[in-house]
């Protein structure tokens, strides 16, 4: 019985048949650890690799945003990096930062935290996974003319005020975007305020060649008519001999100079600029007119009879006046506007030039478009833009406007009053013909007349490759087609209903500055 147990025994320990189950059953513990450890170390590999791609090119799209402060850019960043984060649930983004570095820089950094199959059951932790990236803002620079409308409709409601705070606003959206640029001067801004004329500094600008010094202009000595014709005279000289000085305001130019570029040379005369002068309009007591004169300033000088030649009378401009000169009385009448300042770094200038803006006066759209045109060129009267089609730069120009182009047409003599168009009768406007408008035109052809002007001058300006977006506020008449048809694409054209959305419309427009050219 002995032996035979002792056999049993032997034969068991001899028989190695489930060895294998038991060393099996000993060693899954270590495989099955080993092996999640892989599948782990595999998430967070691809954790990584998904994260970074996710990472680069949120960070990409901060940069080619409109964003200006670190905020901004966060905002921007995070919903990049959430559209291009596609991770599974067990997945969490736990950090995530976008700023701006030095020189133009978009700094970026996320964190992803994945719940592991060891770590989790070992000690409920978490792989955390690090990416960073950053991009340079590959920028271009930009110049920007601000052509506002300062015609007497701005004073009513709100309109001024609310034009001032988006332009104000504007400019500030548009200087934070300098700051972050890694280019010196990357915005620069120009301010047209416009009514029916533009002023320019009548100190500074004073002896400029670009102005007609002399009257060498074929326009010149139009309004100084005689019995035979026009006699010639240097309106500076005029000035001088009512002790009064050129405030700054300029008539158009002679078509087809009126919605060119070409640049003012005193070698051909019909280029250049001509100074403001409003004449004294004869004495209504000797005219047998029934309406009095406005701007009658100093006498005649003359018994003729014809208005025109009392009008026209270059001999009666002397220190002996009527009353004192102003911009509503005297040769400087309806130069009321605030100066044109050039393209500029100087923001917090613009924003109190800004700030001193006021209204009077008609709506003559091409003569602000055209100098807003003017702040941008490369060549005279100002010479302060960089060449067109130079690399890294665009040229932008804003018109805004709360009305339709008009003329005045009261009923003197004149038929209207003296403004950047001259008189009617000089026929300085062209219908769309090609034809001077005549005296008598009604107000329709009036309108119709500078509507074909501005549209030309549109079509030469963005042939030049220059940005147009045009801003129409409160218009209750007439269509949109004129301001939309001169923008550069529809999504550059703004109808706006009511004054109070201007500082959106600025801040709309600044953004696509920002992310269209700023950040390409």
């Known amino acids: 019985m002995r032996r035979s147990s002792f056999a049993g025994l032997r034969r068991l320990v001899r028989d190695k048949r489930g060895n294998v189950a038991i060393v099996a059953a000993l060693s899954m513990g270590p495989i099955c650890v080993a092996g999640l450890g892989a599948i782990d170390l595999a998430r967070g590999t691809s954790a990584k690799s998904q994260l970074q791609d996710a990472l680069d090119a949120a960070a990409l799209g901060a940069a080619r945003s409109s964003a200006t402060t670190d905020a901004e850019l966060k905002v921007v960043g995070d919903r990049f990096l959430n559209q291009n984060l596609k991770l599974g649930s067990d997945f969490r983004l736990a950090q995530s930062s976008f700023t701006f570095g030095a020189n133009g820089r978009v700094v970026a950094s996320a964190r992803v935290d994945v719940t592991p199959f060891i770590a989790g059951i070992l000690n409920d932790g978490a792989m955390h996974i690090g990416a960073s ?62 009514s029916n004329t533009v002023r320019l500094d009548g100190t500074t600008y004073r002896n400029s060649v670009w102005i007609d010094q002399n009257g060498a202009s074929p326009i010149n000595d139009q309004i100084f008519t005689t019995s035979s014709g026009t006699q010639h005279a240097n309106r500076f000289t005029l000035l001088s001999n009512l002790n009064t000085t050129w405030r700054g305001c300029v008539e158009m130019r002679k078509p087809p100079y009126d919605v060119q570029d070409t640049a003012p040379a005193t070698g051909n005369p019909v280029t250049l600029y001509t100074p403001f002068f409003a004449v004294d309009e004869p004495d209504s007591k000797t005219t047998g007119y029934g309406e009095d004169y406005e701007n009658d300033y100093v006498a005649d000088g003359t018994t003729n009879s014809n208005w025109r030649v009392r009008q026209g009378m270059i001999t009666k401009y002397s220190g002996s006046k009527k009353g004192t000169l102003s911009t509503t009385f005297g040769p400087n009448r ?16 613009l924003r109190t030039a800004i700030t001193n803006l006021n209204a009077a006066g008609n709506t003559n759209i091409p003569i602000g478009l055209m100098w807003g045109w003017n702040t941008l060129t490369p060549w005279a009267p100002f010479s302060d833009g960089v060449a067109y089609g130079k690399d890294k730069y665009k040229k932008i120009i804003i018109l805004m406007t709360d009305g339709e ?63 147009i977006y045009t801003v129409r506020v409160e218009v209750k008449s007439g269509t949109s087609s004129l301001l939309k048809n001169c923008a550069t694409a529809a999504d550059y054209f703004y109808d706006v209903k009511s004054s109070t959305s201007l500082t959106a419309v600025f801040q709309s427009i600044a953004g696509q500055i920002a992310a269209l050219h700023l950040s390409r």
Do not use: H
């Open 133 to 194: 990236s950053e991009v340079v803002r590959a920028e271009m620079k930009v110049e920007i003319a601000l052509v506002l409308d300062n015609t007497g409709s701005m004073n009513e409601g709100s309109k001024l005020a609310d034009l001032k705070k988006a332009a104000k606003d504007f400019v500030t959206k548009m200087e934070e975007a300098a700051q972050k640029s890694s280019e010196a001067d990357a915005v620069r801004i120009s301010l047209v305020p416009f």
């Open 334 to 349: 309806g130069c009321e506007l605030q100066k044109l300042m050039r393209l500029t770094t100087d923001y917090s200038g």
């Open 405 to 467: 182009n008009t003329m005045d047409s009261r009923d003197t003599p004149n038929n209207g009053t003296y403004a950047g168009t001259a008189y009617i009768w000089q026929g300085r406007v062209l219908k769309a013909n090609g034809t001077p408008l005549a005296q008598g035109a009604s107000n329709a052809d009036r309108t119709a007349a500078l509507d074909s002007r501005l549209s030309l001058l549109c079509e030469n300006i963005k042939a030049k490759d220059v940005d």
